[in-house]
Structure formats: structure tokens, C-alpha cells
């Protein structure tokens, strides 16, 4: 009797005894992500989820994670599989218009540009002595896109998910924090005070509803390895524009995207086991990821410095910084930061343009690099 | 001299913080536009009084519409 | 715990890692360098031909303003 009374008691006390170090930590950064989403307002609907799965997987004897743990099977489903990135961003291109960078077509080059950070990140990950395909998770935090840099690391980099995911949107948040001051840096009293006209309208709706299917087209003959990524984005997009589909547009931007969201913000967080997340390399991969956004900055404002050369002083280098995936925050930057050196600058929707096309950016520049990645033979 | 202001971005107006008859000077703010999730302040584009007010409060604009004219002060 | 999800993951990806090893000697300063210039150049290249194309697009479909304010 006394000891099946011991036994009972000791299951309860079981946790407590095998707490360790690292998962009293580990519950100490989910807390931390929890501040960071609720009170400070970082990319909520993610760190929230995050930090909690963070907490949940770091309570010992608990197995969330373990191959029957409720965590696990959330993970399996739809992490192993892509699949939640991917129908996030069916939701994402849903949600968005990409009309401003239709008017002006030039646009997609500094998209590109913003996404330089990405490759010189992956350079000097490699320099500091990541292995290639770990060089590549964390040069990807660069595309500044959730779901691009989910989509990438949980299949190359798994181990380095919660590190890569945790840097990713946490910067997007700091982008107005980052980018105004490299962006003054890098430009000229002349540069920034632009003013840019708002353009004619010019694009048909023919246009807008056969840009998906041609970019995808296009993007999946190039660059065959990001189709899932390009193919996903643009399906929410052509369903979009094409006006057909109300409901299957409206539940994919709102309903699907808001539930594969939660269920993939709690995946992630239960990757954030103590003895992966707790090393040194995961400081380093924030840092790097920092860098990448700095870059990323950097390089788009640079692409726009030369642009307003070339065209003769019409475009302002600030649209520049807007190349970036993080949307809409940094078209929101750019505009406060244009109309600040000249109030009657209002830089609104060339920087949508920007920015919605540094989307586009981020998901070729991921779609190129694997592509690259498999032609070497790398994967 | 007449200065019409047109709108720079798509948006709703929020606030317009000036009246017909009222004297402004260049660079004042004189209007709120929420777009895309943001408050976006329009400045005056010249000093004078204000002649016509063609927006109100919630009113839905795009770009190139019609706010307001200004008789310029020369 | 996480090592083991790799290992478990299937034929496919344990196969790649063993070919990899037996002849993919390539170092990591060709690697750097190659994917800094075709990736980069590749992305460059790639958003440049699409910003074409919707030049071209626009040109084929240009904006009629009655039709659109219809529809």
C-alpha cells in the first residue's frame, strides 16, 4: 500500500526532479517571445503561438515532441510536409495587390535588390563556418518572409528552425528600427527629397489577372525547385484578380490563413528544444540574420541610388529600402521617412510597389538558390 | 492664384483640420488619410486660404481626387 | 531529438547525404562565390525578365478607363 502511494506521488513529482538547466531557460525565452508578441506588439500572431509551443516543449516528461505527442503530429503534418508555409502563402497573395508594381515595372529590380543581403549573409555564414546548407537557412532570414525561410529551413536545416524563424520575424518587426538610419546614411540631402508623383493608372485588369499565371509559368521554368513557394503565392493572387472565386479567396486570406498560422506558430515553438536552441551558433545566427537585413537594406537603396541616376532624378533611393519582403512595414517606413525630409513627398504607393515586389523577390531569390543548390548537386 | 490639392495616396480621410476661409501656411498639416493601415498626414502645398473643401470625414478617396483648393497668398 | 527526425525522414534525404559524401568534394570558397554571383545575378536576372514581360503585358492590355470603371 505505502508503496503505490510512494509510486503515485513520485509521477507527480517526476517533472520537478528531472527539470534541467536549459528548460528552465528555454521557458524563460518563450516568456520572452510571449512579452515581445503581446506587449511590445512583434509580429504577434506568430511569437505568440511560438513562445507558447516553446514553453510547452521545455516542460520535462511532458513528450509533446515525442513521435505520439500532440506537438509532434501538429510538426509532421505540416512542417515535414511544407505544407503550412505554403497555404500561408496562398493566403498571402491572396491578401495582396501588386498593382503598384505593375505601374511601374522598374520595381522589380529593386525586389531584387533587396534581397542581396540573402546571398552576402549566406557568404559569411559559410566564412564563419556554417556547413552549406545550414549557410543557406540562415542566409535566407534575409528574405525577410516567414514562410520562404520556413518553407527553406525545415527542409535543409531542421535543426536550426527555431533559431532561423525566432530571428526572422522578430527583425521584420525591428524594420522600422533598422532601416531609417542606413537609409540616411546612404543618401544624399538631394536624393531624398524626390518627390515622386503618384503614377497613372495604367495597368488593365487583363494584366493583373495574367501576371500570376506568367510569373509562375516563367519563375517555375527557372527556377523549378521554388515552384511550391512561387506557385502558391501566385494561386492566391490569380484567385484575387480574378474575381471569381470570392469564397475561396476570402478563406484562404482570412479562415486558412489565420488557422495554418497558429498551428504552425506552435510547431515551431516545439522545436525549441533547450539542447538545440541553447548554443552558441543560435546568438551568431541572430546576429547574422540582423546583418542580413541591414544588407538587405543597403543594397536595395543602392539600386535605387543608381536608378535615380539613370533616370534622371525622377526615382527617389528612399523606395529603395521598400525592396525588402517585410510587408507592408517598410513601405510604411519609407513613407514616413520620405515625407520627413520633404512633407510634400508622399512616397505611399511607389513604395507599396517596392515592397510588394521585394515579395516577389524574396520568393525567386529562394526559388534561384535552391535551384542553384540542386544543379550543383548540393541537394 | 489658385492651388488645388489632389490626393497622393488611395485612402479614407480621417480628419480634416482646417475650415473654408481659414488662413494656412506651406507645410501645414491640414488633412489625416488612413491608408493602408496608417495615419498619413497631408501637408498645405502653399500658404493662402482655404477657398473649397471637397472631401469629409470617411469619405473613400483615390489618388488624384479632389481635396481642396487653396486661393494662394502672393 | 531533433537529429533523429532527420535520420527517420526517409530513404530520399539519407540517400542524398550518402552520395553527397562519396563525391561532392566541392569547398566552401567555390560555393560561396558561386552562389553569390548565380544566385544573386539569377534573382537579378529573373525579376528583370518578368519586369519585361509586364511592360509587354501592359503594352498588349492597355488600361481603358470606361471598361474598367464597368467592371
Known sequence: MLEAFTNGFSGLLAGFMHLQISNVVMVIVGCVLLYLGIKKNFEPLLLVPIGFGCILVNIPLADLMEPHGFLRTIYDAGIMTELFPLLIFVGIGAMTDFTPVLENPVTFLLGAAGQCGIFLTLALALAL???ELDAVAIGVIGACDGPTAIYVTAKYAPHLLGAVSVAAYSYMSLVPVIQPPIMRLLTTEKERTVVMKATRKSVSKTTRLLFPLVITILGGLIAPMGLPLLGTIMLGNLMRESGAVERLTSASANEMANVVTLLLGISIGATMDGKIFLQTQTLIILALGFIA????TACGVLLGKLLYITSKGKI????????????PMSARVVMKEGQKYNKKNYLLMHAMGAN?????GSVIAAAVMLSVLKGMGII | ???????????KIMKVLVGVGEAVNEDDEIMKIESMKMENPIYAPAAGTIESISVKENDEVEVDDLLLVIKAAD | MLLTVDTVRGFPYIEAKIIRSKEFQMDKWTFGVTM???????????????SLIIALLKKIFPYEKEAEEKS
Open chain 1, 129 to 131: 563556418g556554417f556547413n
Open chain 1, 293 to 296: 537585413i541591414c544588407l538587405d
Open chain 1, 316 to 327: 527617389n533611393p528612399l523606395i529603395g529600402a521598400a525592396g525588402i519582403s517585410a510587408f
Open chain 1, 356 to 360: 510588394a515586389a521585394g515579395q516577389i
Open chain 2, 1 to 11: 492664384m489658385k492651388v488645388e490639392l489632389t490626393s497622393p495616396i488611395p485612402g
Open chain 3, 36 to 50: 553569390l554571383v548565380v544566385g544573386m545575378g539569377g534573382t537579378l536576372l529573373t525579376l528583370g525578365i518578368m
